[in-house]
C-alpha cells in the first residue's frame, strides 16, 4: 500500500475544489436551513441554475463570459423568487417536497431532448470557460506543490478563485448575520408566528433568504463547472442536495464556519476512504470481493451509503453538529 | 407487555437478518454476471398505424471498446470498461430498407456513462411512410382511452405506494422519503424469491429443489416480497423512529433522518444488487391483448384488479376493522386518541408494517418491466404529489390524489415530450400546494 | 364623542366555523380605550380562535373587525402589530437560540438595520441599535430578567418565558396588548409581579385584553370582563357583576355549580 500516495491524495482534497463548491453551496443551505429554518430540499437547483445560467449563455449565446457569470446568479435569484412565492407560505415540511420537486424539474428540463438545442441535453456544455483560465497566472497543465498539498495549475488558479471567493461569502454571511436582519431571520427559524406578532414580514424576509442563499448556491454552481468545464444534467441530482445536508450538519447548522469545515471533514475522509480501499494489498483485496463484494464500482457507492449513515445518524445524534454543544441541542428539544 | 416487546424484538432481528441475508447472498450468486457498465438502447419506430415496430440487426459500435447488434426487440447493449465518454456510432448501411434516422446528422451520438448506471442512447429512426397526420393520431379516441387506461394503472400502483406514505403522516407527523426504499425493497425482493427461490439465495442452498433452492412461482414471490415489506417497515419504525420519537427527536430532524435512510438504503441495494437492470423470470414481456383498439398485457390486467382489490380492502379495512379505526383514530387526533386508550405506538407500528407491505406490493409491480436498485427513487416525487394533492394525511385522499397524478402524466404526454412526464407531476404538485395548500381533502392547521 | 370614548377595538358579527363548528360567533364586541378587559371562559370556548381572528392570525368566515377606527379584517399580522397592537400565545414562544437580550432587541419596529443592504453596512444601524439596546434593558430590568440577559431564552423557566413574551411584546410600544392566558403555569409569585406590571401598562396609555380562567385574577385587575362560551359572549359587565352572573355559572361550571367561584379553575 502507497500510503504517501494516500496521504497526498487526502491532504489535497482537504482544501481541493471540491470542498470549495461544496462549502459554497452549504453556505447557501446554511441561510436557508441554519439561520432561517427554511427546508430546502433543493439546493443543487440552485447551483443548476448557475451552472446552466453560466454554460449556456457563454456556450450557446455567446455571451461575454463574465456577463454569462453575472447572469447565472440573477437567473438563481428569479428561480428562487418563482420557487418562494407560492410555497413559503406553506408549512415547512411542504416546502422540503417543493424544493426537491423543482430541484427535479429542473434536472429533467436540462436533460431533456426538447431542451437539447439550449443544455445540450444529456450530453450537456461544454468549453466555455477559456475566459477564466486566461486570466490564470498559473501554468494550467504544470503540477504545483505546497508543503502537503499537490495540484494542478489549473486547479490551483480555481482555488485560488474559490477560496477567496468563499471566505468573502462567509464573512458577508457572518456580518448580516450579526445584524437585525440576521436577528429576524434567527427569529423566524425559532418561531415564525411569534416573529408575525412583533411586526415582521415573515414572509418578506423568508424570500429574501431564500434568494440569498440561492443565488450563493449558484456560485457554487458555477465555480463547479468551471473546474469541470463542463456542465452535465445529471450531476445535479438530488443526492448531491442531501450530502450538502450532510456537511452542513457536520459542521452544525448556524454556525458561520460550519460549511467550510464540514466540507473539508467531508471530503477528506471520503478520498481517504476511497484511496485506501483502493489501495489495499490484492489479497485481502481479492477476499473482500470475494466476501462482501468490495468492487472498484462498490468502493465508490461507499461514498453514498457514509452520506446515507451520516445524515441518518447525526441528525438521530447530533443535529447540532460534530462540535455543538449538549446545551443547545436540549434548545432544539422544547 | 414485556414478553410482547420481546417477541417483537426478536422478529425485527429476524427479519433485518433474513432480509440482508437475502440480499447478501444473492449479490454472490451474481458475482459471476460482472457489474460491468454499458450503453444502451432501443431502436424502434413508429409505422404509418401507429404501431411500434422494433429494428433487428443494426450494428453499433464504440471505437476501441466494442460494439453489438440490435435483437428482435431493437435492443442494443454495449459493456463499456469505466465510467465516462463514449462516442458510439450506428451504421447506417444496416437499417432495414425504408427505415433512416431521424436527423441524418446525427448517427453518433455521445454517452456520458456514469457511475451507477447503464447509459441510455436514443436513435430516432423514422420510416418514409410514418409521416402521418400526427395531430390526428395524437389526439385519436383510441389514444386517449389507451393513455388514460396507463393513467389508471399508474395511478392505482401509485395509490398502493402511497397510502402507508400518508397513514404514517397522519398519525405521526414524520414525512417519510425512505418510503422510496419501501417500494424497491419489494421490487427487489419478488426478483430475489421469483429468481432464486426461499433460500436458494443462501448459496449453498441453492443445490435444493424448488421452491427452496431454484425460484419460485411470481405470485408466491409477489406475497412473500409483500410480507418482508410488512417486515421492514415494522424494523424501521422499531429500531430507529421509535427510539427517534422517544427520545423526542423533532420532527424536522426526523425527517432528514429518512432522507440519511433513504439514501443509506438506497445505495445498500445498488452495492449488493449491482446498477444492472433485470427482469423477473417471468411477465417480464408479454404480448398485450386488444380490445376496443385498447391494448393491455394480462399481467397488468392482473395486476390492476389485485390493486383495486386491496384498495377496496384498505379502504373497508380502516373505517370498520378495530385496527384500522384505531389508525384513523390517531390520525385525527393523537392526544384524543391516546386518552381514549388507544395504544398510539401500537398504532404506529401497525402503519409501519402496513404501510411497507403495500408499498413492498406496490413496488413488485412497478418492476414488471425492468428491476432496478432506485425503482423507488425514480417515482417517489410522484407518490409525493399524490398524497400532498389530496391531503397530506387523508388515505382516501392519498388514492384519489394518486389516481388524478397517474392520469394527469400520461395525459400529459399528448401534447408533450413522453421523457419529460413525470414533469406533469411534480407541475400537479406545486399547483396543488398553490391553491389548496391542505391537499383537496385534508384539512387546515392550528394556530395559536 | 371624543377620540378617547371610541372603542379602541370593535368587532361586529364575526364568525369562524371549522368543518361543522362553530368555534367563534361573536355579535358584537366593543374594547374601551386604556382599560384591561378579561375574556374568560372554559376551554374549548373559542377564546384563542377569537384572539387569532382579531389579530389576523386566522381569516374570519364573516364579520367586521376595526382597530382604532379603521377596518383590519383581512390585515395580515405584521401590519397589525406595526398599527400598534401586540399578542402572545397561549403555547409561549420565546425563541430558544436567541439570548433574553436578543428577543426584546427584535420587538423592536422600524429598524433600519432589518433592511438587507443595510445590514452590510452597520455604520447606518449601530446608533439605532444601541437606543433600541438601551430600551430593552431598561424593560428587563422592571420585569426582573436582567439576570438572564445573556443566556438563551431557551434556558429560562416557564414563568420567565410569560414574562419575557410580555416585555418583547411592550418593545413594539403597543397601543393594545393582547395576551392570551399570560399567567398560565406561572407559579404564584412570578404571577403576582405579572399582574402588578399589567396593571401599570394603562397608565403607559395601553389596552390590555387578556384570557384567563382564573377568577381570582380577574377579579383583581380587570375593569371589565367578557366571558365566552361554545363560541358565543355569554356575558360581560365588571367583575362583581360578572362572578354573580347566573348564566355565567349555569353556562360552563356544570359539575361545580354552587360552589365558590373563586375557588373554581375554569379551564
Ligand atoms: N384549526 C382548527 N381546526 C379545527 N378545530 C379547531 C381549530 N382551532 C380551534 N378549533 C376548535 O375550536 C374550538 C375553540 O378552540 P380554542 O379557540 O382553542 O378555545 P379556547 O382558547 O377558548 O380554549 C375548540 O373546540 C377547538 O377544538
Ligand atoms: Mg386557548
Known amino acids: 500500500m502507497d500510503w504517501g500516495f494516500i496521504l497526498e491524495r487526502s491532504f489535497s482534497a482537504m482544501i481541493g475544489p471540491e470542498v470549495v463548491v461544496y462549502a459554497l453551496a452549504a453556505v447557501g443551505l446554511n441561510v436557508h436551513f441554519g439561520y432561517t429554518g427554511l427546508m430546502n430540499f433543493g439546493q443543487v437547483g440552485f447551483m443548476a441554475a448557475g451552472a446552466y445560467g453560466v454554460g449556456v449563455s457563454v456556450f450557446w449565446l455567446g455571451w461575454n463570459f463574465w456577463v454569462g457569470i453575472v447572469f447565472a446568479f440573477v437567473y438563481a435569484g428569479v428561480l428562487a423568487l418563482l420557487l418562494g412565492l407560492p410555497t413559503l407560505r406553506l408549512r415547512a415540511d411542504y416546502l422540503s417536497l417543493v424544493t426537491i420537486a423543482a430541484s427535479e424539474t429542473i434536472r429533467l428540463l436540462a436533460r431533456s431532448r426538447v431542451m437539447q438545442p439550449i443544455t445540450g441535453g444529456v450530453e450537456g456544455v461544454n468549453q466555455f470557460a477559456g475566459p477564466f483560465y486566461d486570466l490564470s497566472p498559473f501554468e494550467l497543465g504544470k503540477?504545483?506543490?505546497?508543503?502537503?498539498?499537490?495540484?494542478?495549475?489549473?486547479?490551483?488558479?480555481?482555488?485560488?478563485?474559490?477560496?477567496?471567493?468563499?471566505?468573502?461569502?462567509?464573512?458577508?454571511?457572518?456580518?448580516?448575520?450579526?445584524?437585525?436582519?440576521?436577528?429576524?431571520?434567527?427569529?423566524i427559524r425559532e418561531d415564525e408566528d411569534a416573529a408575525r406578532a412583533l411586526g415582521k414580514n415573515v414572509y418578506f424576509y423568508k424570500m429574501q433568504s431564500l434568494m440569498f442563499g440561492g443565488m450563493i448556491g449558484a456560485v457554487a454552481g458555477v465555480l463547479q463547472v468551471i473546474q469541470k468545464s463542463s456542465v452535465q444534467a445529471d450531476t445535479f441530482n438530488p443526492v448531491i442536495t442531501f450530502t450538502i445536508w450532510t456537511i452542513l450538519i457536520i459542521g452544525g447548522p448556524g454556525r458561520v464556519w460550519s460549511p467550510i469545515v464540514g466540507a473539508s471533514i467531508?471530503?477528506?475522509?471520503?478520498?481517504?476512504?476511497?484511496?485506501?480501499?483502493?489501495?489495499?494489498?490484492?489479497?485481502?483485496?481479492?477476499?473482500?470481493?470475494?466476501?462482501?463484494?468490495?468492487?472498484?464500482?462498490?468502493?465508490?457507492?461507499?461514498?453514498?451509503?457514509?452520506?446515507?449513515?451520516?445524515?441518518?445518524?447525526?441528525?438521530?445524534?447530533?443535529?447540532?453538529g460534530i462540535f455543538g454543544s449538549r446545551e443547545e441541542m436540549a434548545l432544539d428539544r422544547r | 407487555m414485556p414478553t410482547n416487546s420481546r417477541w417483537a424484538r426478536a422478529i425485527a432481528t429476524i427479519g433485518l437478518a433474513v432480509g440482508l441475508g437475502v440480499t447478501a447472498g444473492s449479490g454472490q450468486a451474481q458475482a459471476q454476471v460482472s457489474d460491468d457498465l454499458g450503453v444502451i438502447g432501443t431502436l424502434q419506430?413508429?409505422?404509418?398505424?401507429?404501431?411500434?415496430?422494433?429494428?433487428?440487426?443494426?450494428?453499433?459500435?464504440?471505437?476501441?471498446?466494442?460494439?453489438?447488434?440490435?435483437?428482435?426487440?431493437?435492443?442494443?447493449?454495449?459493456?463499456?470498461?469505466?465510467?465516462?465518454?463514449?462516442?458510439?456510432?450506428?451504421?447506417?448501411?444496416?437499417?432495414?430498407?425504408?427505415?433512416?434516422?431521424?436527423?441524418?446528422?446525427?448517427?453518433?451520438?455521445?454517452?456520458?456513462?456514469?457511475?451507477?448506471?447503464?447509459?441510455?442512447?436514443?436513435?430516432?429512426?423514422?420510416?418514409?411512410?410514418?409521416?402521418?397526420?400526427?395531430?390526428?393520431?395524437?389526439?385519436?379516441?383510441?389514444?386517449?382511452?389507451?393513455?388514460?387506461?396507463e393513467g389508471l394503472k399508474l395511478g392505482l400502483y401509485l395509490a398502493m405506494a402511497a397510502i402507508g406514505l400518508s397513514l404514517i403522516f397522519g398519525t405521526t407527523g414524520l414525512v417519510n422519503f425512505a418510503h422510496a426504499e419501501l417500494i424497491t425493497w419489494g421490487t427487489l425482493m419478488a426478483y430475489f424469491f421469483n429468481i432464486y427461490g426461499l433460500v436458494g439465495t443462501f448459496g449453498f442452498f441453492s443445490v435444493l429443489p424448488p421452491p427452496f433452492g431454484?425460484?419460485?412461482?411470481?405470485?408466491?414471490?409477489?406475497?412473500?416480497?409483500?410480507?418482508?415489506?410488512?417486515?421492514?417497515?415494522?424494523?424501521?419504525?422499531?429500531?430507529?423512529?421509535?427510539?427517534?420519537?422517544?427520545?423526542?427527536?423533532?420532527l424536522l430532524a426526523q425527517m432528514v433522518m429518512t432522507i440519511g435512510l433513504s439514501i443509506l438504503l438506497r445505495y445498500l441495494f445498488v452495492y449488493f444488487f449491482g446498477s444492472r437492470y433485470r427482469v423477473y423470470n417471468e411477465y417480464a414481456s408479454q404480448r398485450a391483448n386488444e380490445f376496443l383498439g385498447i391494448e393491455l398485457t394480462s399481467r397488468d390486467a392482473a395486476a390492476m384488479v389485485v390493486s383495486v382489490i386491496i384498495l377496496i380492502a384498505v379502504g373497508i379495512g380502516l373505517n370498520l376493522t378495530r385496527t384500522g379505526r384505531a389508525m384513523r383514530a390517531v390520525s385525527d387526533n393523537r392526544d384524543l386518541a391516546e386518552s381514549s386508550g388507544i395504544n398510539v405506538e401500537r398504532v404506529i407500528s401497525q402503519v409501519w408494517i402496513f404501510g411497507g407491505a403495500l408499498a413492498a406490493l406496490s413496488g413488485t409491480f412497478f418492476g414488471f418491466d425492468t428491476v432496478k436498485w432506485d425503482i423507488g427513487a425514480r417515482i417517489l416525487l410522484l407518490v409525493f404529489a399524490a398524497v400532498t394533492l389530496g391531503g397530506l394525511g387523508t388515505s382516501f385522499g392519498a388514492l384519489v390524489g394518486a389516481l388524478i397524478v397517474g392520469v394527469a402524466i400520461n395525459w400529459s404526454t399528448l401534447v408533450i415530450d413522453t421523457e419529460l412526464k413525470n414533469m406533469t407531476a411534480l407541475i400537479v404538485l406545486i399547483l396543488a400546494l398553490l391553491l389548496r395548500p391542505q391537499g383537496i381533502l385534508g384539512k387546515k392547521q392550528r394556530i395559536g | 364623542m371624543t377620540v378617547a370614548d371610541q372603542p379602541i377595538l370593535t368587532a361586529y358579527g364575526v364568525v369562524k366555523t371549522f368543518g361543522g363548528l362553530r368555534a367563534v360567533d361573536v355579535d358584537k364586541l366593543e374594547i374601551q380605550r386604556?382599560?384591561?378587559?378579561?375574556?374568560?371562559?372554559?376551554?374549548?370556548?373559542?377564546?384563542?380562535?377569537?384572539?387569532?381572528?382579531?389579530?389576523?392570525?386566522?381569516?374570519?368566515?364573516?364579520?367586521?373587525?376595526?382597530?382604532?377606527?379603521?377596518?383590519?379584517?383581512?390585515?395580515?399580522?405584521?401590519?397589525?402589530?406595526?398599527?400598534?397592537?401586540?399578542?402572545?400565545?397561549?403555547?409561549?414562544?420565546?425563541?430558544?437560540?436567541?439570548?433574553?437580550?436578543?428577543?426584546?432587541?427584535?420587538g423592536a419596529l422600524d429598524q433600519r438595520g432589518e433592511k438587507f443592504w443595510a445590514a452590510l453596512f452597520p455604520s447606518s444601524w449601530t446608533k439605532q441599535e444601541q437606543a433600541i439596546e438601551a430600551r430593552a434593558d431598561a424593560i428587563l430590568q422592571r420585569f426582573n430578567l436582567t439576570g438572564m440577559r445573556d443566556e438563551y431564552a431557551g434556558t429560562m423557566s416557564g414563568g420567565q418565558r410569560k414574562l419575557l413574551e410580555m416585555a418583547r411584546a411592550l418593545m413594539t410600544d403597543p397601543?393594545?396588548?393582547?395576551?392570551?392566558?399570560?399567567?398560565?403555569?406561572?407559579?404564584?409569585?412570578?404571577?403576582?409581579?405579572?399582574?402588578?406590571?399589567?396593571?401599570?401598562?394603562?397608565?403607559?396609555?395601553?389596552?390590555?385584553?387578556?384570557?384567563?380562567?382564573?377568577?381570582?385574577?380577574?377579579?383583581?385587575?380587570?375593569?371589565?370582563?367578557i366571558v365566552m362560551a361554545e363560541g358565543r359572549i355569554i356575558a360581560q359587565g365588571t367583575p362583581t357583576e360578572v362572578k354573580s352572573n347566573k348564566t355565567v355559572i349555569d353556562a360552563y361550571l356544570g359539575a361545580h355549580h354552587g360552589e365558590d367561584l373563586s375557588q373554581v379553575d375554569l379551564a
Open chain 1, 143 to 187: 503540477f504545483y506543490s505546497f508543503g502537503p498539498f499537490k495540484y494542478l495549475g489549473r486547479d490551483v488558479w480555481v482555488l485560488l478563485v474559490g477560496w477567496t471567493l468563499l471566505i468573502m461569502i462567509t464573512l458577508m454571511v457572518r456580518q448580516v448575520m450579526r445584524s437585525p436582519w440576521g436577528r429576524t431571520l434567527r427569529a
Open chain 1, 266 to 320: 467531508y471530503w477528506t475522509l471520503i478520498v481517504f476512504v476511497e484511496n485506501t480501499l483502493r489501495q489495499l494489498p490484492p489479497g485481502l483485496r481479492a477476499t473482500l470481493e470475494d466476501s462482501i463484494q468490495l468492487s472498484d464500482f462498490n468502493i465508490a457507492m461507499l461514498r453514498f451509503i457514509l452520506v446515507g449513515g451520516g445524515l441518518l445518524l447525526l441528525a438521530r445524534f447530533r443535529p447540532q
Open chain 2, 45 to 149: 419506430y413508429t409505422d404509418a398505424t401507429g404501431t411500434k415496430v422494433f429494428v433487428a440487426g443494426v450494428e453499433l459500435s464504440i471505437a476501441d471498446v466494442g460494439g453489438a447488434t440490435s435483437d428482435k426487440d431493437g435492443f442494443f447493449r454495449i459493456s463499456v470498461p469505466v465510467p465516462g465518454e463514449y462516442s458510439i456510432t450506428l451504421n447506417t448501411a444496416t437499417l432495414p430498407v425504408g427505415v433512416t434516422l431521424k436527423d441524418p446528422e446525427r448517427a453518433n451520438l455521445v454517452a456520458l456513462v456514469s457511475e451507477n448506471a447503464d447509459q441510455r442512447v436514443i436513435f430516432p429512426l423514422i420510416t418514409a411512410d410514418s409521416v402521418v397526420s400526427v395531430s390526428e393520431s395524437n389526439f385519436s379516441v383510441r389514444r386517449i382511452s389507451q393513455l388514460t387506461l
Open chain 2, 214 to 250: 431454484g425460484g419460485v412461482n411470481f405470485i408466491v414471490a409477489t406475497l412473500l416480497a409483500t410480507i418482508m415489506g410488512g417486515v421492514l417497515g415494522f424494523v424501521l419504525n422499531r429500531v430507529i423512529f421509535r427510539p427517534a420519537r422517544a427520545s423526542g427527536v423533532s
Open chain 3, 34 to 106: 386604556n382599560k384591561i378587559t378579561a375574556l374568560i371562559g372554559p376551554n374549548g370556548a373559542g377564546k384563542t380562535t377569537f384572539f387569532n381572528l382579531l389579530t389576523g392570525f386566522d381569516q374570519v368566515d364573516s364579520g367586521e373587525i376595526t382597530f382604532d377606527g379603521a377596518v383590519i379584517t383581512g390585515t395580515a399580522p405584521h401590519r397589525l402589530a406595526a398599527k400598534g397592537m401586540v399578542r402572545t400565545f397561549q403555547l409561549t414562544k420565546a425563541l430558544a437560540k436567541l439570548s433574553t437580550i436578543e428577543n426584546m432587541k427584535l
Open chain 3, 175 to 225: 397601543r393594545l396588548v393582547m395576551l392570551d392566558e399570560p399567567m398560565a403555569g406561572v407559579n404564584p409569585a412570578l404571577a403576582q409581579s405579572l399582574l402588578e406590571l399589567i396593571k401599570l401598562l394603562p397608565g403607559e396609555g395601553r389596552t390590555v385584553i387578556f384570557v384567563e380562567h382564573n377568577m381570582d385574577v380577574v377579579q383583581e385587575i380587570a375593569d371589565w370582563v
